[in-house]
């Protein structure tokens, strides 16, 4: 199993970014790290990363690309991107959070 740099960068790089802008919707390092979940989510998503550079696959079928379907990749891109901070984000500002009973305060 051959490891190239390039997939190497791509794994590390994404867990990094996608973990950074958690990070960053939190409002910092130490209000992200504050919560034990957090961090373990955080900690976890490394393993899981590690873990997948020694997965050897691919999803290739063997048949051509459409090309004409390339405008998924912009849109999927923006939707990862909202998925990685706007829920840090919403649930710092204690707005569209899951309160699990209606009738105690979550934010009290």
């Known amino acids: 199993m051959v490891m190239t ?3 190497v960068t791509l794994v590390l790089g994404g867990t990094a970014a996608y973990v950074g802008l958690a990070i ?6 130490p209000a992200f790290f504050s919560h034990p979940a957090r961090g373990a ?3 976890a998503l490394a393993v899981l990363a590690g873990i997948s550079l020694c997965a050897d696959g691919n999803l290739r079928p063997g048949l051509r690309e459409d090309r004409g379907n390339r405008w998924v990749i912009g849109a999927l891109a923006l939707l990862g991107l909202l998925a990685a901070s706007l829920p840090a984000y919403t649930d710092r500002k204690a707005y569209w959070g899951f309160c699990p009973t209606p009738l ?4 009290a």
């Open 5 to 7: 740099l390039v997939r």
């Open 24 to 29: 960053l919707g939190w409002g910092g390092w």
């Open 41 to 43: 989510r955080a900690v």
């Open 104 to 107: 105690m305060s979550c934010w």
